[in-house]
């Protein structure tokens, strides 16, 4: 998938699902979704199309690693995108936790789901298997620390491990 400014990759006035409001026709065979992941500062057409901060939680897991090469890896993923804002990790698993700016829970969901295999090998990451995936919008996660049940406060920022 590529990623385009919202509104270049769709025709005016159809849906992010690629269907035209109302019904309608739905996506061309093989056409792309168009993601976005970061405004970049221009006005958007429609109101739909304003990013949204989610906070997305990776879980990770697979055979026994050398926890000193999954901290090394997942540091150099931290340096390598610092958007990252926490990771915990074990021998056989680990959690990356970050905020991301899109403009709809699938876009910022298919983002999260390509970022492990996407950096595996530039960051030495390894191969394991995604295992879980929460993506929540900004109000939900503060209305769930606000009520002491959501994600565990994500400090100190950086990598550490369970």
Known sequence: MRRVRPGTATPRGRGTSGTARGGGATRAAGEERALTSVATGDAYDEVGDVPRLWHVTLSVSGDEAPLTEVRRALEQLAHDHPFLLTSRY????????????????????????????????TAGLPPWEIVGLEVIDRDTYHQRVAEGYGPPRATPVGVHPF
């Open 90 to 121: 074990a021998g056989d698993h680990a959690e990356i936790r970050y905020w991301e700016e899109a403009r709809d829970l699938h876009d910022a969901a298919a983002v999260a789901l390509r970022l492990w295999g996407e950096h595996r090998r």
